[in-house]
């Protein structure tokens, strides 16, 4: 999980909570066959509530790039 970054709950069921983004990052998400199942903007001191009620119970990895540093971090979140 990126130093910063905090997301809860884990394992989620309906809404995944992205909080405390200390600079602006595009976030992509990944299931467990390598397909992008979510790609966005998100920005400085914001809190991001990513729906994924809809989504395949599994495992997913956030690839998250922040824009100032170019530094790529990863996290992963269990749907279930």
């Given amino acids: 999980e990126e130093a910063g970054v905090k997301l809860y ?3 989620v069921t309906d ?7 200390e600079n602006d990052y595009t976030l992509k998400i990944y299931n467990t ?3 992008l199942v979510y790609d966005d ?3 400085k001191n ?11 119970k599994g495992n997913y990895n956030l690839i998250f790039n922040d824009k100032e540093n170019n530094k ?5 979140i269990i749907v279930q």
């Avoid at 809404?15 to 983004?21: A, E, G, M």
């Avoid at 914001?46 to 395949?56: A, G, L, P």
């Avoid at 790529?72 to 992963?76: G, H, L, N, V």
């Fill in 15 to 21: 809404n995944i909570i992205i909080t405390n983004l």
């Fill in 72 to 76: 790529i971090s990863s996290a992963k």
């Fill in 46 to 56: 914001r809190n991001v509530v990513i729906d994924v009620s809809k989504w395949s």
């Fill in 33 to 35: 066959i390598g397909q």
């Fill in 41 to 43: 903007s998100l920005e």
């Fill in 9 to 11: 709950p884990n394992p």
